[in-house]
């Protein structure tokens, strides 16, 4: 723009500064919905990966960059939970995860890892994934995500605690092959942009944007004084490796009676209904007890519309069945498949709304072990792909989980490490009835 003549190039210009401000990012704020709020008195899930590591510091290098560059995208996992004044829950914040080091050299993977692990090995694993005994209330205060690196003899451990109130199943594996990923591919380093896994989906208002007012327990202690479940029970935690052949005789017999026209029963409906009979015998219930059966389904697909598995968060809703003992075990095993069949099958698009409306009309704090008398519950699924999560430096040795949220016949279900249709059964049971347990011919299918 020129001057006119004899005018000063000093004096103001025509734009005249009205004002300055600082404008800032947003902060990073995630709703909790309707489907995690039941879980703010569970407890953070807590999951144990063995690897043959050769460098230490090396491996827990590269898997500490990659866990930064993971959070970015995984945000609630970095942040803390929040109340505000209408009593809605939240995560805020980017505070960041916790990361603790450790060491235990005089224990080897093959300790851990092997197929017959005494209680000495289960003992020792209880130590190695950090947070037991930390309820998900806590995560008002702790942070969402707690890893442990060990160094072991000839190898590393991973331990991690999730707070259940952030995410399921399908979150948790979802974020840990999104972590692997990034520190086999870049070494921690950047590549997020290159990542095969599929970046989360944050916004929970797809699942449900209800707000729902939670009264929380003064602390953990308060609300654990309230359980109408009784002090906990000594439990023992054991892994029945089922080979592919085995849960084809299992899936085959649960179908061999079925007419022609008939649904044919799942590899879980199978395998669930043989491990509820089993379990039941193994606690020498009477023919009139009662026994509930109880599966923690994915809704995901279950929605109208669905959500992609992408969905970041609990999409999550335990369904229920139950029967006297009596009939459980009298009767053919087509009869306790049936059952968990038309249960799963019955939990369609309505009845879950059904039940987030019914949660958000009269909220309750649960306790872990409100899944009904004499129950079997399943917490995990086969389908998990979790013998895929490489840091780089090879498939983990063994998968297990930590001892937070295990009650009597709580059971967690793995694929097997050697892959195809092989099942591992991870169980907690009361000393007795596992014993029994063990002892049982038909449990295992040993005989020919």
Known sequence: MSVEKGKSSSEPAAVRVTGTRTVAPAKIRCELATFDLPYITFYYNQKLLLYRAADFPDAVARMTAALADALRVFYPLAGRIRQDADGALAVEGDEGAEVMEAEAEGVAVDDLAGGDCGEEAERVMQHLVPYTGVMNLEGLRRPLLAVQFTKLKDG??????????????????????????????????????????????????????????LELPESAEAHEKTDPNGPKKALVARVFSFPEATV????????????PAAKPFSTFQSLGAHIWRAVSRARGLGPA????????????????????????????????????????????????????????????????????????????????SDAGPNCVAVGSSPRFKVYDVDFGFGRPERVRSGGNNKFDGMVYLYPARGGGGGIDVELALQPDPMRRLQDDPDFLLLSA
């Open 156 to 213: 590393l451990a991973v331990g991690c605690a999730f707070n259940h109130a952030v995410l399921d199943g399908t979150s948790t594996w979802h974020f840990m092959s999104y972590w692997a990923e990034l520190s086999r591919t870049a070494g921690g380093g950047g590549g997020v942009q290159q990542q095969q896994q599929p970046k989360p989906i944050n916004d929970r208002s797809l699942a449900r944007s209800v707000r729902v007012r």
């Open 289 to 368: 007890d009662i026994t509930a059966f109880a599966v923690f389904a994915d809704c995901r697909g279950r929605l109208d519309p669905p959500l992609p598995p992408a969905y970041f968060g609990n999409l999550i809703q335990a369904v229920f069945t139950g029967v006297p003992a009596g009939m459980l075990l009298g009767g053919p095993p087509e009869l306790a498949a049936g059952l968990l069949q038309k249960a799963i099958d019955d939990h369609d698009a309505a009845a879950v709304v059904r039940r987030l409306e019914e949660y958000e009309a009269a909220p309750k704090l649960f306790h872990y």
């Open 248 to 259: 084809a005789r299992i899936k085959a017999a649960a179908n061999a009676a079925l007419p």
